[in-house]
């Protein structure tokens, strides 16, 4: 019973993330972000139209880089996405999300770097107006670092 009740709790922390990886159910949050000198790195991920082939997602691209705001742009495939997903895990619940989804489970996306917090929410508008772009957000996890 012990061992099944860490499976269903592997499973719905899988499945949680993996919806969240993925953009959906993402609100687009439109909160100024607090930053400070040394933090001055903000970054969105932009979530590419699950219809769009790899190709016209990678395309967008150059509609991104018309916003005066951004300051790089680097295109991340829904199997890069998994395969970094995937490295975040230990090898138990690695092998029970493997056997659960894959790379098509997530969506392809953008990492966009901006350099002011200032204009995040016009910036954000901006990228949602962008066709094949689904949904955009603060990406928490790297924004006030650099790579």
């Avoid at 910036?123 to 996890?141: E, N, R």
């Amino acid at each position: 019973m012990v061992k099944r009740m860490k499976k269903s709790v592997i499973f719905i922390v899988a499945t949680i993330f993996l919806l969240a990886m993925a953009g959906c159910g993402c609100a687009i949050s439109l909160e100024p972000v607090e930053t400070s000198a040394s933090e001055n790195l903000i970054q969105l991920l932009a979530f590419v139209d699950e219809s769009l082939t790899e190709q016209e997602a990678i395309d967008l691209e150059g509609e991104i880089w018309r916003i005066a705001e951004v300051e790089s742009v680097r295109f991340v495939s829904r199997e890069e996405a998994f395969e970094d997903f995937l490295a975040t895990l230990d090898d138990d619940l690695r092998t029970h999300v493997e056997e659960l989804a894959d790379a098509t489970s997530l969506r392809h996306r953008f990492m966009i770097d901006l350099g002011d917090a200032a204009n995040i929410q016009d910036t954000q508008t901006l990228l949602m107006q962008i066709s094949g772009i689904a949904d955009v957000i603060v990406d928490d996890i790297y924004s006030g670092h650099t790579e």
